[in-house]
């Protein structure tokens, strides 16, 4: 499940219609909004980052909005990937390995002598 934050930008006379329109919806959440600088703050949930955007493009393409854009985001696919990150040794034994001299250690990433 990911949640993302979205800073709805419109012109103060519209910001209560969409206010009410975003109450109303089944695709965000409303939270809270200042007319005199024109914008609305909601919040969208998603299974994965696709059902996010297509919320997101939902609300850019509503009538008087000016701009939506993400601001933060937690998607709990990267806190899976994060703590399997935080379980692995950062570095590879064999540079540990005392035993190898270190002209042995052949490395992959310079694609000058590659190709």
Same mark, same amino acid.
């Given at each position: 499940?990911?949640? +993302? +934050? ?11 219609? #969409?206010? %009410?329109?975003? *109450? &109303? +919806? %089944?695709?965000? &959440? ?5 007319? +005199?600088?024109?914008? /609305?703050?909601? =919040?969208?949930? @998603? $299974? ?7 919320? #997101?493009? *939902?609300?850019? $393409? ?6 939506? &854009?993400?601001?933060? =985001? ?8 994060? %703590?399997?990150?935080?379980?692995? %040794? ?9 035993? /190898?001299?270190? *002209?042995?250690?052949?490395?992959? @990433? ?6």
């Amino acid at each position: 499940m990911n949640i +993302s +934050s979205i800073v709805v930008q419109a012109r103060a006379e519209y910001i209560e219609e #969409l206010v %009410d329109l975003f *109450k &109303d +919806s %089944d695709f965000c &959440d409303y939270h809270l909004h200042d007319a +005199s600088q024109g914008k /609305i703050i909601v =919040t969208v949930e @998603g $299974e994965g980052v696709e059902e996010e955007i297509a919320k #997101l493009v *939902k609300i850019q $393409e509503l009538p008087h909005v000016i701009a939506a &854009d993400m601001m933060m =985001t937690y998607q709990e696919e990267l806190e899976q990937e994060r %703590d399997k990150l935080e379980f692995t %040794d950062e570095v590879p034994a064999m540079l540990n390995d005392e035993t /190898i001299h270190p *002209k042995d250690i052949v490395y992959h @990433g310079d694609l000058k002598k590659r190709f």
